[in-house]
């Protein structure tokens, strides 16, 4: 509240009439209206009648000041809201009209231009720009030999190296990396003596700043950019060594990128020149030969890519024997996406150009395009890098082949979420805009949540590779090779390991995790209220709990199987209902690959018992029915000779767990005596070693005379009978009859 004993004191009304004015008058007519004030409001004055007042009334005219600062304050911004007035479309057809007027203008100015650049070289040589012209030619090409002198000298001390790469052929990727990395070395380390010696001969022998100045800006623009840009796509193409290139391109490909590129930068390396003999000779069309000259290198840029694109989709495919469905879709895409980057770059210099915004730096602008367009090098550098990071193939057959070709892929993705990174991270510096920054205290929260949402994604993206990338791993290298288990096993082999069996579910538990995690805490970062979710997922979890017990059954009971090492993948297995090789394992079933070919879908919660054929080792015994008379120690020394020589076959040897031998006589028949002989193996091996059992067996019965016994019906005659043809004929018929089987009763 203001003090009433401010309106008893007359003076007061002359300062808050001093203070008010001002308060309510824009900038451009404060000067005129304050010298417009007669002699009793001037300064000296009111501090003197200021000097009158008490301080109850000093307060309060302090308190009517705040009052009327206000108030001008939301007067001037009404006044500045009034003036930015206009709707959205209002607004766009203005920056429209401008962005037309702009171009229009610039060619209305090409005339002047040419006349400009006359002007200035004109001005160049005649001495006002750069000094007198003939101390300037002759301190550009000092520099320039100077500096080619050094480098000249640097190669010779490094010609033998330099033959060495010439007469090499590479064996593997390796060495070319090698020779390749050696001879960019050897490039870029002539251009780097080049230009230190060419600036310090400049620094110490041209006097005049101005030469000196402008004969730098000739030996970086001409003679050493491009030359930088030509060892650069030298390294990654290899033009005239195709043994050299690193990336997967033919010859007219390489070659014809290398010259249009290098071309490229020559005339970019031109332009700038000129843009600074512009500048350094006043003249007001520097924006219109920058405009000119802009259009010139992106339509160039464009007829590149274009004219290049299917090179550049091989580059990007590089030596994949078999490419993924992305792969090849993002090889198509990635030349007609940077011609669009090209054109959305060039439109956007335009329009900031045309609204007043100060638009990027050219060397900038040409930077960012350079990322984008040299991304493809890069990724088929990183995955020829990953090639040579990517552990050996552990295991054998299809399942570790596979495993092997998935941890190849994750290495790649990994590797490509990181260049992705660098690449963003990269060109928003370039654009000015600090991505990382914008997740600090200092960003806005909009910025703050979104980048942080995006690294959540990350993180999400990544802990999914790894996982995948363990796992497959993991089931290479306990993988047996299925070719073998298909030609030797009638029951299944030995089973992978315990890890490598619950690795699958283990493998779908924590995929289903990251996502819960990964969607729940980026909806969290976005602001959306998860506690509800979580609630509800809760009761959902109870309802199917409650409603589908035989699930809830099945599920328990696998794990308890699991946890007991019951079973693993390979293993054959008898479930008292079905029997068959385990092929695969879920969280409340698993599937047998019966005998004959059937699968067999068997819930955990129906098991009632089970057998396990495959674990460990197998005892398998075979019984072979002799006559009466054989010499059975003969028998048993012949399958204890027959188990040593099994033994020492390299085809069993390391599956023999104990060898073959005879258990003596087993059972007699009215055939003959049946012996028994018995061995150990691995599980499914045995199959294998049972058929050269029996196959030498019966070669070593046939070299000693021994046969194996069969049913027979023996007639006993009378010692003095004779019998004719027709007699024998008939006692020959009544054995036989004797001797074949009875068929079986009729009820």
Same mark, same amino acid.
């Given at each position: 509240?203001?003090?009433?004993?401010?309106?008893?004191?007359?003076?007061?009304?002359?300062?808050?009439?001093?203070?008010?004015?001002?308060?309510?008058?824009?900038?451009?007519?404060?000067?005129?209206?304050?010298?417009?004030?007669?002699?009793?409001?001037?300064?000296?004055?009111?501090?003197?009648?200021?000097?009158?007042?008490?301080?109850?009334?000093?307060?309060?005219? #302090?308190?009517?000041?705040?009052? !009327?600062?206000?108030?001008?304050?939301?007067?001037?911004?009404?006044?500045?809201?009034?003036?930015?007035?206009?709707?959205?479309?209002?607004?766009?057809?203005?920056?429209?009209?401008?962005?037309?007027?702009?171009?229009?203008?610039?060619?209305?100015?090409?005339?002047?231009?040419?006349?400009?650049?006359?002007?200035?070289?004109?001005?160049?040589?005649?001495?006002?720009?750069?000094?007198?012209?003939?101390?300037?030619?002759?301190?550009?090409?000092?520099?320039?030999?100077?500096?080619?002198?050094?480098?000249?000298?640097?190669?010779?001390?490094?010609?033998?190296?330099?033959?060495?790469?010439?007469?090499?052929?590479?064996?593997?990727?390796?060495?070319?990396?090698?020779?390749?990395?050696?001879?960019?070395?050897?490039?870029?380390?002539?251009?780097?003596?080049?230009?230190?010696?060419?600036?310090?001969?400049?620094?110490?022998?041209?006097?005049?700043?101005?030469?000196?100045?402008?004969?730098?800006?000739?030996?970086?623009?001409?003679?050493?950019?491009?030359?930088?840009?030509?060892?650069?796509?030298?390294?990654?193409?290899?033009?005239?060594?195709?043994?050299?290139?690193?990336?997967?391109?033919?010859?007219?490909?390489?070659?014809?990128?290398?010259?249009?590129?290098?071309?490229?930068?020559?005339?970019v390396g031109v332009a700038f020149l000129i843009y600074s003999m512009l500048h350094a000779s006043g003249s007001s069309h520097t924006g219109t030969f920058r405009f000119f000259a802009g259009a010139a290198i992106n339509i160039w840029i464009i007829v590149i890519l274009?004219?290049?694109?299917?090179?550049?989709?091989?580059?990007?495919?590089?030596?994949?024997?078999?490419?993924?469905?992305?792969?090849?879709?993002?090889?198509?895409?990635?030349?007609?996406?940077?011609?669009?980057?090209?054109?959305?770059?060039?439109?956007?210099?335009?329009?900031?150009?045309?609204?007043?915004?100060?638009?990027?730096?050219?060397?900038?602008?040409?930077?960012?395009?350079?990322?984008?367009?040299?991304?493809?090098?890069?990724?088929?550098?990183?995955?020829?890098?990953?090639?040579?990071?990517?552990?050996?193939?552990?295991?054998?057959?299809?399942?570790?082949?596979?495993?092997?070709?998935?941890?190849?892929?994750?290495?790649?993705?990994?590797?490509?979420?990181?260049?992705?990174?660098?690449?963003?991270?990269?060109?928003?510096?370039?654009? @000015?805009?600090?991505?990382?920054?914008?997740?600090?205290?200092?960003?806005?929260?909009?910025?703050?949540?979104?980048?942080?949402?995006?690294?959540?994604?990350?993180?999400?993206? !990544?802990?999914?590779?790894?996982?995948?990338?363990?796992?497959?791993?993991?089931? #290479?290298?306990?993988?047996?090779?299925?070719?073998?288990?298909?030609?030797?096993?009638?029951?299944?082999?030995?089973?992978?390991?315990?890890? #490598?069996?619950?690795?699958?579910?283990?493998?779908?538990? !924590?995929?289903?995790?990251?996502?819960?995690?990964?969607?729940?805490?980026?909806?969290?970062? !976005?602001?959306?209220?998860?506690?509800?979710?979580?609630?509800?997922?809760?009761?959902? @979890?109870?309802?199917?709990?409650?409603?589908?017990?035989?699930?809830?059954?099945?599920?328990?009971?696998?794990?308890?199987?699991?946890?007991?090492?019951?079973?693993?993948?390979?293993?054959?297995?008898?479930?008292?209902?079905?029997?068959?090789?385990?092929?695969?394992?879920?969280?409340?079933?698993?599937?047998?690959?019966?005998?004959?070919?059937?699968?067999?879908?068997?819930?955990y919660g129906q098991i009632s018992n089970l057998t396990n054929l495959s674990r460990d080792w197998v005892i398998m015994k075979l019984k072979f029915t002799i006559p009466f008379d054989t010499d059975q120690e003969k028998v048993r020394k012949i399958f204890k000779k027959i188990g040593q020589e099994i033994m020492e076959m390299d085809e069993y040897k390391d599956d023999m767990l104990a060898p073959?031998?005879?258990?003596?006589?087993?059972?007699?028949?009215?055939?003959?005596?049946?012996?028994? @002989?018995?061995?150990?193996?691995?599980? @499914?091996?045995?199959?294998?070693?049972?058929?050269?059992?029996?196959?030498?067996?019966?070669?070593?019965?046939?070299?000693?005379?021994?046969?194996?016994?069969?049913?027979?019906?023996?007639?006993?005659?009378?010692?003095?009978?004779?019998?004719?043809?027709?007699?024998?004929?008939?006692?020959?018929?009544?054995?036989?009859?004797?001797?074949?089987?009875?068929?079986?009763?009729?009820?």
């Amino acid at each position: 509240m203001i003090n009433a004993s401010i309106i008893k004191n007359p003076i007061a009304y002359f300062l808050i009439a001093l203070i008010a004015i001002p308060l309510f008058i824009t900038p451009s007519n404060a000067q005129e209206t304050a010298s417009a004030l007669p002699p009793a409001l001037q300064q000296e004055s009111m501090e003197k009648l200021a000097s009158d007042l008490d301080p109850d009334q000093v307060n309060a005219l #302090a308190d009517l000041v705040t009052l !009327l600062q206000e108030g001008a304050d939301a007067k001037n911004a009404s006044t500045d809201a009034s003036a930015k007035g206009g709707s959205f479309i209002e607004q766009l057809q203005s920056a429209v009209g401008a962005f037309g007027a702009m171009i229009g203008g610039q060619f209305l100015s090409l005339g002047a231009l040419f006349a400009s650049i006359f002007a200035s070289v004109g001005a160049l040589f005649s001495g006002k720009t750069a000094g007198p012209v003939h101390i300037l030619i002759g301190s550009i090409a000092l520099i320039v030999l100077a500096g080619l002198a050094a480098e000249f000298l640097f190669n010779r001390l490094a010609g033998s190296k330099r033959n060495l790469i010439q007469s090499t052929k590479p064996d593997n990727l390796f060495e070319t990396v090698k020779l390749v990395s050696t001879r960019a070395g050897l490039d870029l380390g002539g251009l780097i003596v080049f230009a230190v010696v060419g600036l310090i001969v400049g620094r110490l022998a041209i006097i005049d700043p101005a030469a000196r100045g402008f004969a730098f800006q000739v030996f970086f623009w001409i003679a050493f950019l491009p030359r930088v840009i030509a060892a650069l796509l030298r390294f990654a193409l290899a033009p005239n060594r195709r043994e050299l290139r690193l990336v997967t391109a033919d010859d007219a490909t390489a070659r014809y990128l290398y010259r249009a590129f290098t071309g490229l930068f020559v005339v970019v390396g031109v332009a700038f020149l000129i843009y600074s003999m512009l500048h350094a000779s006043g003249s007001s069309h520097t924006g219109t030969f920058r405009f000119f000259a802009g259009a010139a290198i992106n339509i160039w840029i464009i007829v590149i890519l274009w004219q290049g694109r299917s090179g550049l989709t091989d580059i990007i495919l590089g030596d994949e024997d078999d490419p993924t469905t992305g792969l090849e879709r993002m090889a198509k895409f990635w030349p007609h996406f940077s011609i669009g980057y090209v054109v959305f770059s060039w439109l956007l210099t335009l329009v900031q150009t045309s609204i007043g915004v100060e638009p990027l730096p050219a060397a900038r602008s040409l930077g960012a395009l350079t990322l984008v367009i040299f991304a493809p090098f890069l990724d088929t550098m990183v995955r020829g890098i990953v090639s040579h990071i990517v552990p050996p193939m552990q295991g054998e057959g299809p399942v570790a082949e596979a495993a092997h070709m998935q941890t190849r892929h994750s290495y790649v993705r990994i590797a490509r979420v990181a260049l992705l990174a660098f690449l963003i991270l990269t060109v928003g510096r370039i654009y @000015g805009l600090n991505l990382l920054a914008l997740g600090g205290d200092g960003g806005s929260d909009v910025a703050r949540n979104s980048v942080i949402f995006l690294l959540i994604l990350a993180a999400g993206y !990544l802990a999914w590779e790894i996982t995948n990338l363990w796992v497959s791993r993991q089931l #290479a290298k306990d993988s047996p090779p299925q070719a073998a288990q298909d030609e030797e096993s009638e029951m299944g082999g030995a089973g992978k390991s315990r890890l #490598a069996t619950i690795l699958p579910l283990v493998r779908i538990v !924590l995929q289903v995790t990251i996502v819960t995690l990964t969607v729940l805490l980026g909806l969290s970062q !976005l602001g959306v209220n998860i506690t509800p979710l979580l609630a509800g997922a809760g009761v959902v @979890g109870l309802a199917v709990g409650f409603g589908a017990q035989t699930l809830v059954s099945d599920v328990v009971a696998g794990i308890f199987f699991l946890m007991d090492d019951a079973f693993r993948m390979g293993e054959f297995i008898n479930t008292g209902g079905a029997q068959g090789t385990i092929e695969k394992i879920s969280i409340r079933s698993m599937q047998l690959r019966g005998t004959k070919g059937a699968v067999h879908v068997v819930p955990y919660g129906q098991i009632s018992n089970l057998t396990n054929l495959s674990r460990d080792w197998v005892i398998m015994k075979l019984k072979f029915t002799i006559p009466f008379d054989t010499d059975q120690e003969k028998v048993r020394k012949i399958f204890k000779k027959i188990g040593q020589e099994i033994m020492e076959m390299d085809e069993y040897k390391d599956d023999m767990l104990a060898p073959f031998k005879g258990q003596g006589v087993a059972d007699v028949d009215d055939v003959g005596i049946v012996v028994r @002989g018995k061995f150990t193996t691995k599980p @499914g091996k045995q199959f294998g070693v049972r058929r050269e059992i029996y196959k030498r067996v019966q070669k070593a019965f046939e070299e000693n005379g021994i046969q194996f016994a069969r049913k027979e019906v023996r007639v006993q005659l009378p010692e003095n009978a004779k019998l004719g043809e027709s007699e024998k004929e008939a006692v020959a018929a009544a054995a036989a009859e004797a001797a074949a089987p009875k068929p079986a009763p009729q009820t």
